[in-house]
């Protein structure tokens, strides 16, 4: 191991970096070594930026023991922050990643995270990115939720990498601190239905449907949603409906949210966002069963929706309502109805939401049980309702 910190001190960078490179490879057995640790701190500074690489490299390779040597969590820290060579930097912070919890007691590792979001290479934005959300249980910065919102919202070259990550790291950061961080979660809604792309807009309803109700706690969440139901944009309409659909039963904990869905589902003019509002309506059934207007809703679009996927849809919406939305006669006659539906689809969603019903103990037909089991939905279709 002297041979090595001699090498690490070498006049010839090659002679330097080849050291580096030899600790990496040697791997945790090094921190035994409190001269090799301190020589490789040295190589983070050197003036050959492959030496510095390859020092950010060892550490990564030596892991989470290398914590344990007092200089290295700052040195580390500060050749992310300040080195000179983008991929030094780069380095640096996937060294720290790898020393994962034993670096984020050091107390400049967030704020120093939450300064490299703004590095002008991408690369390293995404390494902070990724660090920030693995160190998601940490204590953090009041304003680091929202900066990494933001920094997904646009990053400053639309790096899509950059910003998924940074969208995955502000759930793992706002966890059930979500309601104290309301701009963060404010953004992250203008993300999910407003960004151009795909991808994003996925990540970030995906965030808001992981924190569920800790995000609907904030009261301006929900009114963000509602009025986007009427956008212009019916790709905007569709998402909105889909976000609500993930928060579930959170949703109705704004009475508008359900009549807004109610008009958005009969009447919009794309069969699209009519379909999205049906699942949304579906997917809270549990809370709004015993609800007229939601239940006439589905009864109105099973039988009278010019788009047979909507019509299906509403179908199965009824059935995951079950023997609740059963006791109402008009459920029962629309699906029975729903039974000789120009659409397969159609029929079979309405003999899949009897069925459901059924098993529950509701009696659809004038027949025991027994003889309605295994029959066709043509001949389902046949049989006498109660």
């Known amino acids: 191991m002297q041979w090595l910190c001699q090498r690490l001190r070498d006049p010839d960078g090659d002679v330097r970096s080849g050291a580096a490179e030899a600790v990496g490879q040697i791997g945790e057995a090094v921190t035994q070594h409190s001269e090799v640790l301190s020589g490789l701190v040295v190589a983070l500074h050197d003036r050959d930026e492959l030496v510095r690489a390859k020092a950010a490299e060892a550490f990564r390779r030596v892991g989470a023991a290398a914590a344990r040597h007092p200089e290295v969590p700052p040195a580390l820290v500060q050749a992310a922050l300040h080195d000179t060579d983008w991929f030094v930097r780069s380095g640096a912070v996937r060294a720290l990643e790898q020393l994962g919890a034993a670096a984020a007691q050091h107390p400049a590792l967030l704020p120093a995270m939450e300064a490299a979001l703004h590095d002008e290479h991408p690369q390293v934005r995404s390494r902070a990115a990724d660090l920030l959300r693995q160190l998601g249980a940490a204590p953090q910065p009041p ?13 400053t070259d639309q790096d899509a990498d950059v910003r998924a990550k940074a969208a995955d790291a502000a759930v793992e950061q706002l966890g059930a601190t979500a309601p104290h ?21 996925a990540r970030a309803a995906s965030a808001l449907e992981q924190l569920g109700a800790t995000a609907a706690q904030y009261p301006a969440v929900l009114p963000a949603l509602v009025p986007a139901l009427h956008d212009a944009d019916g790709d905007v309409r569709a998402r909105a409906a889909r976000i609500l659909e993930q928060l579930g ?6 009475s508008e949210v359900l009549s807004t869905l109610v008009e958005v589902a009969l009447h919009d003019t794309d069969e ?9 309506l579906a ?5 709004v069963t015993g609800h007229p207007t939601v239940l006439r809703a589905l009864v109105q679009m099973t039988l009278h929706d010019t788009d047979a996927g909507v019509r299906a849809r509403a179908a199965r919406a009824l059935g995951q309502m079950g023997k609740a939305a059963a006791r109402h006669p008009e459920v029962l006659a ?22 459901q019903m059924m098993a529950q103990g509701v009696r659809v037909f004038q027949r025991r049980r027994g003889k309605v ?4 939905v043509e001949e389902l279709a046949t049989l006498k309702p109660v």
């Open 334 to 355: 629309a699906l029975v109805a729903a039974l000789r539906d120009e659409d397969s689809t159609v029929r079979l969603r309405a003999a899949e939401a009897l069925g």
């Open 373 to 376: 089991e295994g029959k066709s």
């Open 272 to 280: 699209g966002v009519r379909a999205e509002a049906a699942d949304a």
């Open 143 to 155: 304003e680091l939720p929202a900066a990494l919102a933001q920094m997904a919202l646009h990053d």
């Open 249 to 254: 039963a959170v949703a109705t904990e704004r």
């Open 181 to 201: 961080h309301p701009m963060a979660l404010l953004t992250l809604v203008q993300v999910a239905l407003h960004d151009k792309d795909g991808l994003m807009r």
């Open 283 to 287: 997917q809270i059934a549990a809370v």
